[in-house]
């Protein structure tokens, strides 16, 4: 447990340096092309969610943050996350909301700055990555013991018909 919190920690950390780093270096820049045309580090502040939806929602952002934590909380405590998976989605869904959290109770915005503008993606921020990392964790590690609840049924099925 203790090991999961230490990694969201780092991975709060993470993101907290990578966007102090884009706002005294980036920002004065504007953009910097890593590959011409294709991805660029581009300073953003963005009031939004992803696609900049919701732009200028600070409170009710602060206030479905918040709710996730809970719920999120009670899944933990409901066993829903189980195993060294289970909470490292739990242990990157959280480093990035609350990576995420601070930037908009301190500043009122989100500061992202990968921009791939190869596929006109909309530009994004570390803890970004760590909630779509964690997400995308959730879903194989709840399709696999999905998985497992079957064939432990079709298991028994087969041995209770005999």
Known sequence: MIVYLILTVLLIAADQL??????????????????????????????????????????????????????????????????????????????????????RLRLGYVIDMFDFRLIHFPVFNFADICITVGACLFILVAWRDYRAEQAREQSQKGENGR
């Open 18 to 103: 990578i966007k102090y780093w884009a706002v005294t270096v980036l920002r004065p820049l504007g953009s910097l092309p890593l590959l011409q045309g294709v991805f660029h580090l581009t300073y953003v502040e963005n009031t939004g969610a992803a696609f900049s939806m919701l732009e200028g929602r600070r409170g009710f952002f602060i206030v479905i943050t918040l709710a996730a934590f809970l719920v999120f909380g009670w899944l933990y405590k409901s066993g829903m996350f189980r195993g060294h998976l289970g909470h490292a989605c739990i242990a990157c869904i959280a480093g990035g909301a609350v990576g995420n959290f601070v930037d």
